[in-house]
């Protein structure tokens, strides 16, 4: 039986993220987002500009910091997706 690439997520352990925002993030704010990479995405017709964050967060308070970063930038999330967790027992 093939378990969920989240199977393992608990409060604080290490996960891999996709998080989709609303708007651009300028180069020389990059390194606000602990080591995640920040891509802009192509609009389609009718879509507004938006980007693509992704990397390894070491918790859930990371992921919070992120988030809150992107509040303060005043830039709306879209989605925010858990692609793998690591098992606590692995850090």
């Known amino acids: 039986?093939?378990?969920s690439p989240i199977h393992h997520l608990t409060f604080d352990s290490i996960a891999s993220?996709?998080?989709?925002?609303?708007?651009?993030?300028?180069?020389?704010?990059?390194d606000w987002f602990q080591g995640m990479s920040v891509r802009p995405l192509t609009a389609q017709s009718g879509e507004p500009e938006s980007t693509q964050l992704e990397g390894e967060l070491?918790?859930?308070a990371a992921l919070a910091g992120?988030?809150?970063?992107?509040?303060?930038?005043?830039?709306?999330?879209?989605?925010v997706e858990c692609l793998r967790a690591r098992p606590v027992e692995d850090l």
């Open 1 to 3: 039986m093939n378990q």
């Open 17 to 30: 993220y996709r998080i989709r925002v609303c708007g651009r993030i300028t180069s020389n704010r990059v």
């Open 58 to 60: 070491r918790d859930q």
């Open 66 to 79: 992120v988030l809150n970063t992107l509040y303060d930038m005043h830039l709306p999330v879209i989605s």
